[in-house]
Nanobody, 115 residues
């Protein structure tokens, strides 16, 4: 089993910055893949960044993902935030399969609101 606890969300003005944190603990094999996802109201959940592949194109140049293996913490640094970044942000972890990751474990989410 894996536990994920996010923090760092909040309300900011457009152009501002936030850093999300996610403390990950539990079965090490289920933590080989880690990532950030987000879900805006009325939209499907979308991948934002993974440790393996980096950030998606829509946030490239503004967001960065990093990991502190000593503290078992995953980070998402978000700069130059836009209104369209408003969403619930989730960290996830799971198994590394031959061609992809399977995210079986999810945090409770942290809200990011950009106005």
């Amino acid at each position: 089993d894996v536990q994920l606890v996010e923090s760092g969300g909040g309300s900011v003005q457009a152009g501002g910055s936030l850093r999300l944190s996610c403390v990950v603990s539990g079965d090490p094999y289920s933590r080989l893949c880690t990532a950030w996802f987000r879900q805006a109201p009325g939209k499907e959940r979308e991948e934002v960044a993974t440790i393996r592949t980096g950030v998606v194109d829509s946030v490239k140049g503004r967001f960065a993902i990093s990991q502190d293996n000593v503290q078992n913490t995953l980070y998402l640094q978000m700069n130059s935030l836009k209104a369209e970044d408003t969403a619930m942000y989730y960290c996830a972890s799971g198994l590394r399969l031959p061609t992809r990751c399977r995210y079986d474990y999810w945090g409770q989410g942290t809200q990011v609101t950009v106005s």
